[in-house]
């Protein structure tokens, strides 16, 4: 068990009890023996003498509901999440239960050759049903709120200063701007939240 093997890797070799002729099993494809049933002299029924799985690629499945099925086809694409793992892919298909539950399974593949994705893990899917165009558009990360309105930090010489900034559309990672920056500007993304902690700890010093 654990063993890799090739396609037409020769797994063992069995003896019919009545010819005497010997046969070679062959393994049907590449991939790792997951089982072992087979032992050496012993005799041999209808039972299967060895399981080889290949993990190269992996099927993430999805549950689907009533609410969500009208946004969602077989071609899209999806960002899965599992943990500290992320990829993405494209969903392949969509299946009605089979246990007659109210939701579709949408199956999407996963390429596993570093062998990180494993059976049995909890996912999330994130599909994109609608795309839009923008001007500029900013990473969430760098969104704070100070002094009740939303701010980006800018590096101006030795110093970082709250930069007031109007927003528009938004999804899970990008903001819209409206006002407030330039194309082209930086801006803190990374810890952005300790730059604000800065500040109001500095304000709150210059208070007392």
Avoid: C
Wanted: hydrophobic fraction near 40%.
């Amino acid at each position: 068990m654990g063993d890799k093997v090739k396609k037409g890797d020769v797994l063992i070799e069995v003896e019919s009890s009545e010819s005497l002729k010997r046969y070679r099993l062959q393994a049907p494809f590449d991939g790792i023996i997951t089982t072992q049933h087979a032992t050496k002299g012993e005799l041999t029924d209808n039972e299967a003498l060895f399981t080889v799985a290949n993990f190269e690629q992996v099927w993430a499945e999805f549950q689907i509901f009533p609410g969500q099925i009208r946004r969602v086809a077989a071609g899209q694409a999806i960002e899965i999440l599992a943990e500290s793992e992320k990829t993405t892919s494209r969903l392949q298909h969509l299946i009605p239960s089979a246990t007659g539950q109210p939701f579709v399974v949408a199956r999407a593949a996963i390429d596993n050759r570093e062998g990180l994705w494993t059976p049995g893990l909890l996912l999330q899917g994130k599909i994109s049903i609608k795309q839009k165009m923008v001007e500029l558009r900013i990473d969430n990360r760098a969104l704070q709120n100070f002094e009740g309105l939303p701010v980006i930090f800018i590096n101006e010489g030795d110093e970082y200063s709250p930069r007031k900034i109007t927003l528009g559309l938004r999804d899970s990672k990008f903001s819209e701007v409206l006002d407030g920056l330039n194309a082209g500007e930086k801006y803190v993304v990374e810890n952005s939240y300790l730059i604000k902690a800065d500040l109001e700890k500095s304000g709150a010093s210059h208070e007392h």
